[in-house]
């Protein structure tokens, strides 16, 4: 197997071997995933849009890569790295190896550095630019192309649906805007019977309307929330029109919209084992997270939003509600898909508002109305 | 929540002795929920028999109860300590199966103690089969068909209705005990028979085979919130139908995606909030390997062995957590101990592969059968971790101590290919090894998978290395294969091997090739936070995480696995050093490789380096850590064995030196120090061959003993008594040659003493002295051995104090000397000298309160027994009387003979302590399992050469009341002496025979000494195992059988007439 090498934006070098598709120029960059299951899902979550990802367990392919366990049909990411890429996969579903998968879809991988190394690395300097190279041939030069190559700021507007299209049920009408959606937010809701109907990133709130929705649910996608500006917008003109549901960037977006304000983690919160505390009950729940951004405590004060989620760890703000209006959102990913189910709950909390909400009928709607209005 | 202020007085069962399916990973969750409830400021009242535990310790309970575990010995505790809650959940079976009889006799309610963690409807309903079934039913969790019986023709008709292969599971009992997998009606009955006896319910699960299916474990934890995390999940390499405690073990799953591994966590979580457990919780599940059924197996309501693997696996501590939880502290709340920033509520994420493999006895049990099935076999286990599967399963097989270092063993060369494949079908202890000389014979992978169901991506990686070795084989001192090859774990000594020369060439050139390895650090969350654990692994990678320090250090070498010969006792003595260590100021490392230790818990140590005990691996640590010297004292032979390649790299050895150590385990050199000193031993012998044993045995005169040089346990060691039998030893028993001579002893009879001393070379203090129940010829860890010496004259332990004195200095010995002597006809023999840490330690250790490892340590570091306050000669003896008895795993193991002799064979020991010694030698008889019962029968078939001797016990027994059973020889011999004896048929009979008498449970005693030997085929094996496999004391030994005798006469008031009176006619 040839040589490959990741080399980051402060000059570090890891020596490993290629797997996967060729190589091509582009600076993603690099962070972590702590999931010890879920390559798959983790491979075609629209999230890790231009993201190069570090899996933290050194085994990424035993079970092969099946035709159920996708995201999305195309994988965003831009490389794959892990410690050994397994040839030989078992499990009754695999279709192919995981190195058969990112030939397919041109994405590079990179096998055999100590992975664990550069995961400290990111941990202590925070994420970082980097980019994958087949030589060591004029290094400083490619040194000074990461440096300088800007990250993107429309990483949405490449994973979101281009055009609305229908998920027909015959239950509660849900509008989901596609910031980069995940294929599980869309099965929880179908598999509650929901009518859905995915929309583009750029919907504007009177096209969502005239959809006749019960509900709104807005997906997670990639990048900075700030650079969403249509996201922020639209939020901003559905407020107490109907119910809103938002997870991860989703989620952001609903803060934003509502006066909060967003900050850069410094190495985020990727895996499926961070705990998260629902502060009106107590409980604890293990949640699957992918997220680079987060809702900032402090801003949330001036607001009507108040904080329903909380990371165990580090106290991070992982999920809020609007005190009057039936709007909520969490940081995390309920449907999981790679991770834990704990959360699911949240998807009948969803359905439950919806319901609640048609049957208060006029009333209360036009009272939101006015308030907002105001 | 906070914890609870309402209670104040803790008590905690421990697990009691270590036997097959329970073992030293009680002693490290017993010792952790202590510490942890004494931290949160409660007053903890321990109870447990098993005096070579640390937590049996004064510093770890606040009040310690070394007492039988029995619900009457408890109910006293209780009584006396009143506490206000008891934690059962971490002393194995035994812990639950004492909390729930204490209920059921009310002892709980009426001292108003609450049981703290599970409750007891809880464990009901996980343990009892028909309550878990009717639970799985109601929670529409599937499980295999399956029915209770508590008849075997029930069973039979069951079987007759779902097909064979049947799988059958004794109620209650401990590692699967009686229970196994039945191919045919012949075996089903035989089976359920056994195990409707040995079930303390008297039922048996007859299920469904599900063989082949993939065995996937959860270690779950859940708070009083229930809040409900997975520490860790766990994928056994052998499909279902192998004991989980008998299967090759690797953590995390490898082969199962995130959707099945998320499905069985569901259940799992269901499962432990359904069963609302407060603490940790096991369970086990069977996955189909080409859909996503599943079953689910067993759920254990408490912490286990898988739970302390998870612990050791992850860095996570469950049994502490577990602690806590029971004080109603909940997971959100607390710390993660690990990274010290993050909480407990958290599924640890691994960035490297656990393999777990079982340590089996059947080294020591050649005639055991080795097939595995659903009855656990293993007495211990080892685990090692890398960053990938090759490198944590090669590491894993050289901490093994099996006699190889690689997936080679050599006599498997020769098998027949027909052969080859027929033990691969069905699984034994060396099915990891076959399954890699059929890939050198280049087997095809379906095959192999067709005969043994193991899934393919193990398989590949087997195939993998094989063909890595042929390709090394034929590139010798190739840089880049080496590479690849150390990356995933082959050793120094299999490079040798394949390049024909010597380990230590390969080691220097390696290093000087700058190939080394690095150390990884385990830490819960895989780099993601901050730790600071101090706990590494090494791997062939690119950045090391430990760095020397520079303080003064010492390594101590652990004691690798479990096995019979070397327990917990050696675990005991190693934490003891370390802490020592830590407390005389010197940063303390740690190497070792069994997780269910004591010493490999990561806050024992300053640095835990979890590794292979070979000299490669040892020798990484120290050229990295560069400490002032080694430790070998404590890990028994396996640091011992290390001692020589040690020295050779220019290793400081601290305390006694290697010299030392070969003159002791050097029969010449040993000889020689004797004659010097002038110190009598029994006549003895060295031969190197058959003819020459002869000649020498008729030199010697019969009864002789003889063994191989060079073993710990007195493996392969025998009594003879006549010219036959040697032969027969000398062509079955060992393979002698030149370079592995046999040793030819004198076997005297006489009373065995064996003195623990410390020696710093000048001064030499002994603890104690014990004496052996049984004669001579008994191996003294399977002796029962009482403290202080009952019936030795004064005069003689002085000479048995002045010898060990006497060797110690000749040998310069610094730290610990354990010498056995016989007393014979007026004379004290040296037996055996061990310069370094014994079995008795930690018993000596806590009936005398002189802590024994540590004052060693500290006379390693320099001090002297002068500084510390101790003078010369025995220490004054205690007024209490204390006995260490053996206790044996033989239900577990089928066709071993369970006589005692020369080779050890107990797994554990229990301690008894009293004012007299029929109090003390009861408490420990109790204490190891066996009844004393005042009244009933007993069943006498003992040799010709006891014949004299029995009649003696005959009488008491009969004073007693006891009726008499007796075969023919025997009978005849009580019949002369006017005593009433029912007379039983040889085996040969059909009717009536002395097995009848046993199955029918006629008799509560069995004493034979018929026909010792090896062969299985004996009537006087026959009737041992029967006795076994009924439950009934079968004792071997003569003096075993008088000490009981004794305490029961104490027991008991004999009815004798009154003497006639000479009456006057008038």
Redesign the interface.
């Known amino acids: 197997m040839s040589k490959r090498y990741l080399l980051l934006e402060d000059g570090t070098i ?1 020596e490993g071997r290629a797997f996967g598709a060729e190589i091509n120029d582009y600076v993603g960059e690099v962070v ?1 995933q ?5 390559y ?2 983790t491979l075609s979550d629209p999230s890790y849009c231009g993201q190069m990802v570090v899996m ?4 990424i392919g ?2 092969g890569i ?1 035709r ?2 996708f995201e999305t049909v195309r994988p965003a990411l831009k490389a794959l790295i892990v ?2 890429a ?1 040839n ?6 695999s279709e192919m190896s995981i190195s058969q998968f990112l030939s397919q879809k041109g994405v590079p991988g990179i096998e055999g ?5 550069l ?2 690395k990111i ?1 202590r300097s925070g994420t970082m630019k980097g980019i994958l190279i087949d030589d060591l041939a004029n290094l400083d030069q490619v040194i000074d192309y990461v440096k300088q190559t800007a990250l993107p700021k429309d990483q949405v507007s490449q994973v979101s649906a281009a055009k609305p299209y229908v998920v027909p049920g015959r239950g509660l009408r849900v509008v989901l805007v596609d910031y980069g959606m995940k294929h599980g937010i869309l099965r929880e809701l179908t598999e509650r019977g929901c009518h859905i109907t995915v929309v583009p990133y750029d919907t504007t709130a009177d096209e969502v309307m005239q959809l006749q929705p019960d509900g709104i649910m807005l997906s997670n996608g990639p990048g900075d929330p700030k650079d969403v500006l249509q996201g922020i917008d639209l939020v901003e003109d559905l407020l107490g029109k109907v119910p809103i549901f938002g997870i991860c960037l989703g989620h952001q977006l609903i803060s934003l919209a509502c006066g909060a304000n967003t900050e850069r983690l410094k190495f985020g919160h990727r ?3 961070h ?1 998260v ?1 629902v502060i009106e009950t ?3 729940w ?1 949640t699957s997270q992918n997220h680079g951004y987060t809702v900032s405590t402090e801003s949330i004060e001036h607001t009507k939003l108040k904080v329903t989620h909380q990371a ?2 580090d106290g991070s703000v992982e999920g809020v509600e609007h005190e009057s209006l039936p709007i909520f959102s969490v940081q995390f990913h309920p449907e ?6 704990d959360a699911n709950v949240l998807f009948d909390h969803f359905l439950n508002m919806m319901k609640e909400n048609k049957l208060g009928g006029v009333t209360s709607c036009q009272k939101e109305q006015i308030f907002v209005g105001s | 929540m906070p914890k609870r202020t309402d209670i104040r007085r803790i008590l905690v069962i421990g697990s009691g002795p270590i036997i097959i399916g329970q073992a030293a990973e009680f002693d490290y969750s017993g010792t952790q929920a202590c510490q942890a409830l004494k931290e949160e400021g409660y007053e903890v009242i321990l109870a447990n028999s098993n005096p070579a535990t640390i937590m049996t310790d004064d510093a770890i309970a606040d009040v310690v109860y070394m007492e039988p575990l029995t619900p009457e010995f408890l109910s006293k505790i209780i009584r006396k300590e009143r506490p206000d809650a008891l934690l059962a959940t971490l002393g194995g079976q035994t812990g639950l199966n004492l909390a729930t009889e204490l209920d059921q006799r009310g002892v709980l309610q009426q001292y108003n103690v609450e049981l703290l963690g599970t409750n007891l409807e809880a464990i009901e309903k996980a343990e009892d089969r028909e309550l878990f079934r009717q639970l799985m039913i109601d929670l529409n969790e599937p499980i295999p068909e399956s029915k209770i019986v508590s008849t075997v023709d029930d069973a039979v008709q069951f079987a007759n209705e779902i097909g064979y292969p049947i799988i059958v599971r004794p109620a209650y009992t401990l590692g699967g005990t009686g229970g196994g997998m039945c191919d045919d009606e012949q075996s089903l009955k035989e089976t359920v028979q056994n195990g409707l006896a040995v079930s303390p319910a008297n039922q048996c699960l007859i299920e469904r085979n599900i063989a082949g299916f993939k065995e996937v474990e959860y270690e779950v934890m859940r708070d009083s919130n229930d809040n409900a995390i997975v520490v860790c999940n766990m994928e056994n390499f052998d499909p279902v139908g192998v004991h989980t405690g008998d299967s090759i073990v690797v953590a995390p799953s490898q082969t199962l995606s995130d959707r099945e591994y998320q499905m069985l966590r569901d259940v799992s979580l269901k499962l432990i909030r359904e069963l609302n457990i407060e603490g940790g919780c096991n369970v086990q599940l069977a996955l189909d390997p080409n859909s996503f059924q599943y079953y689910v197996i067993e759920v254990n309501p408490r912490v286990s062995r898988s739970s302390a693997l998870a612990s050791k696996a992850t860095g996570y501590p469950i049994a502490k957590l577990a602690a806590k939880i029971s004080v109603g502290l909940t997971l959100d709340e607390m710390k993660n101990p690990v990274t010290g920033r993050t909480y407990a509520h958290f599924e640890p994420s691994l960035d490297y592969v656990v393999t777990k493999i079982p340590r089996w006895p059947f080294d020591k049990f050649q005639a055991a059968n080795r097939t595995l099935g659903t009855q656990m076999k293993a007495t211990g286990e080892v685990m090692a971790i890398g960053r990938n599967f090759e490198e944590s399963l090669q590491k894993a097989v050289r901490s093994l101590e099996i006699g190889t270092h690689e997936l080679y063993i050599p006599k498997l060369r020769q098998l027949a290919n027909t052969e080859l494949l027929k033990r691969l079908q069905k699984a034994d202890d060396e099915r990891l090894f076959l399954i890699a000389e059929a890939f050198r014979r280049e087997f095809k992978l379906e095959e192999i998978f067709n005969l043994t169901q193991i899934d393919y991506w193990f398989l590949h990686k087997l195939e993998d290395l094989i063909k890595l070795e042929q390709q090394l084989k034929t590139q010798p001192w190739n840089y880049d294969l080496t590479v690849i090859a150390k990356r995933l774990g082959f050793s120094d000594q299999t490079l040798a091997r394949l390049w024909d020369t010597e380990e230590k060439f390969i080691y220097d050139w390696r290093l000087e090739e700058h190939i080394n390895p690095v150390y990884k650090m385990v830490d819960t969350c895989a780099a993601e936070f901050e730790s600071e654990t101090p706990y590494f692994y090494s791997t062939y990678e690119q950045e090391t995480e430990s760095f020397a320090s520079n303080r003064k250090k010492v390594v101590v070498l652990g004691s690798g696995p479990i096995r019979i010969g070397q327990g917990i006792e050696f675990d005991y003595a190693t934490v003891h050093s370390v802490l020592a260590l830590k407390e005389a100021g010197y940063e303390a490392i740690i190497i070792n490789n069994n997780p269910e230790t004591v010493s490999t818990d990561f806050h024992i140590s300053d640095k835990l380096y979890f590794e292979p005990l070979t000299i490669e691996d040892v020798m990484h640590v120290i050229n990295l850590e560069q400490p002032e010297g080694v430790i070998v004292q404590f890990g028994g032979q396996t640091a011992i064995s290390l001692v020589d390649d040690l020295v050779d790299r220019g290793v400081e050895i601290l305390g006694t030196s290697k010299t030392a150590i070969d003159s002791a385990e050097d029969r010449d050199q040993f000889e020689q120090m004797l004659e010097k000193l002038n110190i009598a031993r029994p006549k003895a012998k060295i031969a190197t061959s058959k003819e020459e044993a002869i000649g020498l045995a008729r030199e010697v005169g019969y009864p002789i003993l003889v063994r191989p040089s060079y073993v710990l346990g007195g493996r392969a060691m025998e009594i003879v008594y006549e010219e036959r039998d040697l032969n027969r030893y000398m062509e079955e028993a060992v393979n002698v040659h030149p370079n592995r001579p046999v040793l030819i002893d004198r076997y005297l009879v006489g009373q065995e003493l064996e003195v623990d001393a410390i020696s710093d070379g000048e001064t030499v203090v002994i603890p104690g002295m014990m004496e052996h129940i049984e004669r001579a010829g008994v191996h003294s860890g399977d002796s029962i051995a009482v403290y202080p010496t009952q019936s030795i004259p004064e005069s003689v332990k002085q000479t048995c104090a002045q010898i060990t004195t006497e060797i110690a200095k000749e040998l310069d010995v610094k730290g610990l000397i354990n010498i056995q002597f016989v007393y014979h006809e007026g004379e004290v023999y040296v037996l055996e000298v061990n310069p370094r840490s014994s079995r008795t330690v930690p018993f000596l250790s806590k009936v005398t309160g002189v802590t024994m490892a540590n004052l060693a340590t500290q006379i390693m570091l320099g001090r002297t027994l002068a500084d510390l306050g101790y003078r010369s000669g025995l220490v004054e003896e205690d007024s209490t009387i204390s006995v260490k008895v053996p206790v044996f795993s033989f239900e577990k193991l089928r066709s071993v003979d369970i006589t005692l002799g020369p080779e050890m064979k107990s797994t554990g020991e229990v301690i008894g302590r009293d004012n007299t010694l029929e109090k003390a030698l009861y408490k420990g008889i109790i204490a190891s399992g066996l009844k004393v019962p005042t009244e009933g029968a007993v069943l006498l078939t003992v040799a010709d050469q006891d014949k004299q001797e029995m009649i003696n016990l005959a009488k008491r027994f009969h004073a007693l009341g006891f009726q008499l059973y007796a075969t023919t020889g025997s009978a005849n011999v009580i019949k002369q002496q006017g005593l009433p004896v029912e007379e039983v048929n040889k085996i040969a009979d059909h009717e009536r025979n002395i097995l009848n008498v046993i199955e029918e449970g006629r008799v509560q005693f069995v004493i034979n000494t018929l026909s010792r030997g090896k062969q299985t085929h004996t009537d006087g094996f026959k009737i041992r195992r029967e006795a076994v496999e009924h439950g009934i004391a079968c004792l071997t030994s003569l003096d075993t059988a008088e000490a009981i005798l004794t305490v029961i006469e104490s027991m008991s008031f004999s009815a004798s007439p009154m003497p006639k009176q000479e009456v006057v006619t008038v």
């Open positions: 890891y972590f702590t999931g010890m299951t879920g798959q899902e933290t367990y050194p085994l035993n079970y099946n159920d366990d410690k050994e397994e030989y996969p078992s499990n009754f579903r550095i100590d992975t664990r190394s995961v400290k941990r895996g499926a084992n705990p505390k107590g409980e604890a293990m165990i760890n999981s898909s790679p991770g834990p189910s």
